[in-house]
């Protein structure tokens, strides 16, 4: 499976980004997916996830209320939809996806995502 994530860019502070996630190579209706993202010098973060069924969300703490993530099964993708950026929120963002394991687990540690996109670099100015 190949994950492809697209919509990064450049954007003043306060600004939103709509970055998306399609997969191919096999169907993602039984697939937890999340959103991770690397800043330079520092480790991959947890973002965003959202189990199979699209019910269940969860966010870090530090875009709660900014950041909004959504799937659409029927085209197999994934969106994160970013507003009030900051410019820490800068950083190479990263799909993932992972098998779910019951009906309600959703991780956000990323050894527990086995498949991933190439990531897209956002860059927020001050």
């Known amino acids: 499976v190949q994950l492809q994530a697209c919509g990064g860019g450049l954007v003043q502070a306060g600004g939103s980004l709509r970055l998306s996630c399609a997969a191919s190579g096999r169907t993602f209706t039984n697939y937890n997916k999340a959103w991770f993202r690397q800043a330079p010098g520092k480790e991959r973060e947890f973002v965003a996830a959202i189990n199979w069924s699209g019910v269940r969300k969860r966010y870090a703490d530090s875009v709660q209320g900014r950041f909004t993530i959504s799937r659409d099964n029927a085209k197999d993708t994934v969106t994160l939809q970013m507003n009030a950026l900051k410019p820490e929120d800068t950083a190479v963002y990263y799909c993932?996806?992972?098998?779910?394991?019951?009906?309600?687990?959703?991780?956000?540690?990323?050894?527990?995502?086995?498949?991933w996109g190439q990531g897209t670099q956002v860059t927020v100015s001050s």
């Open positions: 993932a996806s992972v098998l779910r394991r019951t009906t309600t687990w959703l991780s956000g540690a990323s050894d527990d995502y086995r498949d």
